[in-house]
């Protein structure tokens, strides 16, 4: 082929492509599916871990998530005994601490495992994995992630993260009164993120972490736990006052199919963490900050918080509206109707709701509900739109 | 999601919606299915933002997601659409249905297989290399020559591109 030809080829190509005009960017179904793929991979993850701990005990399937049981109105405990330690001379390869709980005695080692996963495996821990890409070495970001909890039937929760590569030591502070001090292991050679990890009756007994480097100290998080994970959402300097006081607060609940829900909003020195709780699980994200605020004008804005209740095909949704609204109508696919009812947090409104979840639909991909309708106390109509 | 990686993600998002969707609209010359599937490369994006977030090039990235999409998950997906009896948004029109020149190349490239078709967009409107064709593609660098080879032979006889590659 001549160079005239390509030449011609590419012009051809780059005007057909530059000069289509794309409609306008759907920003709120993106993030509405991407989070909805977050739950699918949780929900997956916690799935794979129930399934491999159960074959691996040979009793039945207990339905339970990954993340435990939801543990937000019940008090820590404070009279129990845990002890960590660094691997010794001698230990298997890629152990990352061994450790007890009020005698329980864990272990956690780091191995590879199938497609491109790092397993996280020993005594009281199984089916743990995570990308290898997700736990590669990093230079920035938050000094200290936790992302995963091993807990039931363990009469202790065991609690794997990674460090940043500056940090090596951390401080755990726990409700007993007493401190941990973990040392960062390279279990995995040096793309790996240094590795460590804790035992703790339940992830509630973790109260603060303090991150070291070399130089001092790095910084602190009050973790949020109210999900049954240790959630490390904000970072404070050293010194810095922990504020706001924690508050939580019900934005919705209700029951479908026998199954009771609730939506809550936790607000803290963490941030504020929204939070679907069912019997026995919960799930929910957090964010930094403060409370997401509207664009001017806008009625209704998606908050993220979302849990599938029934596998695979009902969800619990929240979302946030403005001060004014007092409830909203919402339409599904099939032109029924239901209305919800807005409730206050922190000087913001929201509802929840119950949906159907398949995914797959094309304008809101895995939604029965496609169209809001706002309404004041009065019952003036503020304003609809599409979900 | 924290809000400052929302933040973070929306930027993003704005930033390179036209560039996806014309990636998008180049693979598989419908304005509907190419809008879709740039939206479903951002959400799966978002579901991967840690590793989208510390690649050293976003750009690839995202254009790695969307070719992964264009071929797995979104073709399967495409099944199981919903049917409803409203309109929850409106159609848009074939951009170049008044254009009959540019609608040819976009027919032309429609013709080729997947892979042909993804090479050449690749090479001729993103400039890659082949060596980062290579590398978007999961391919060896000869496969991408051959890809493009077989895909200009193709384009050179296309009746759509009557007027092409005879010079």
Not at chain 1, 208 to 229: H, K, L, Q, V
Not at chain 2, 24 to 50: C, H
Request: hydrophobic share 40%; aromatic share 8%; proline share 7%.
């Amino acid at each position: 082929m001549s160079a005239d030809a390509e030449r011609q080829l590419r012009d051809q190509i780059g005007t057909a492509l530059d000069q289509y005009t794309p409609g306008p960017v759907p920003f709120d179904t993106i993030v509405r599916r991407g989070r909805a793929a977050v739950v699918r991979k949780r929900i997956a993850n916690a799935v794979g871990a129930i399934v491999i701990v159960a074959l691996a005990a040979g009793t039945p399937l207990i339905l339970r998530s990954f993340t435990g049981p939801a543990p937000a109105t019940r008090p820590p405990a404070t009279h129990y005994r845990v002890s960590v330690s660094p691997p010794a001379p001698g230990a298997p390869q890629g152990e990352i601490a061994t450790g007890t709980v009020n005698g329980w005695r864990w272990q956690v080692r780091a191995s590879n495992g199938p497609s491109g996963q790092i397993c996280f495996i020993g005594r009281g821990i199984s089916g743990l994995c995570d990308d290898s890409q997700d736990l590669a070495q990093e230079h920035s970001g938050p000094p200290v992630s936790f992302f995963g909890v091993n807990g039931s039937p363990n009469p202790g929760s065991i609690v794997v993260g990674t460090v940043r590569a500056d940090v090596n030591l951390v401080r755990v502070s726990l409700t007993n009164g007493s401190t941990l001090s973990l040392h960062p292991v390279q279990a995995l050679g040096r793309r790996t993120a240094p590795l460590l990890a804790l035992g703790v009756p339940d992830p509630q007994a973790v109260t603060r972490i303090t991150a070291y480097s070399s130089r001092g100290e790095i910084g602190y998080a009050i973790p949020f736990t109210g999900a049954g994970a240790v959630e490390t959402v904000r970072w404070l300097r050293p010194g810095q006052p922990a504020l706001p006081r924690p508050a939580t607060y019900t934005v919705g609940s209700g029951s479908t199919r026998g199954h009771a829900w609730t939506v809550r909003l936790a607000i803290g020195p963490w941030g504020t963490c929204g939070n679907v709780y069912m019997a026995r699980t919960s799930t929910g994200e957090c964010w930094t900050g403060d409370l997401k605020a509207l664009r001017p004008g806008q009625l209704v804005s998606y908050t993220g918080v979302n849990a599938v209740l029934i596998q695979p095909s009902t969800g619990v949704f929240a979302d946030q509206v403005a001060p004014a609204v007092s409830y909203v109508i919402l339409t599904q696919r099939d032109g029924s109707i239901f209305r919800v009812s807005t409730r206050p947090a922190a000087g913001h409104r929201y509802f929840a709701y119950v949906s159907a979840y398949s995914p797959g639909g094309k304008t809101a991909p895995g939604f029965a509900v496609v169209r809001w309708t706002a309404y004041d106390a009065a019952g003036r109509k503020l304003g609809s739109g599409s979900l | 999601m924290a809000g400052d990686v929302d933040a973070e993600f929306s930027e993003l998002v704005f930033s390179r919606w036209p560039r996806l969707v014309r990636l998008a609209y180049g693979l598989t010359g419908d304005p509907g299915l190419a809008e879709d599937l740039a939206q479903t490369a951002l959400a799966n994006a978002y579901a991967s933002w840690s590793r989208v977030r510390r690649s050293n090039d976003p750009d690839r990235y995202l254009t790695k997601i969307l070719l992964n999409a264009h071929r797995g998950g979104f073709r399967k997906r495409r099944v199981h659409e919903q049917l409803t009896d409203a309109v929850p948004d409106r159609g848009r029109d074939d951009p170049f249905s008044g254009h009959p020149d540019r609608a040819a190349i976009i027919t032309a490239l429609s013709a080729l297989p997947a892979r042909q078709r993804e090479a050449v967009v690749l090479r001729y409107w993103l400039d890659y290399t082949e060596t980062q064709a290579a590398h978007a593609l999961g391919c060896s660098v000869g496969n991408v020559k051959s890809q493009v080879s077989r895909a200009l032979a193709k384009l050179r006889v296309s009746p759509d591109l009557a007027d092409w590659g005879s010079q």
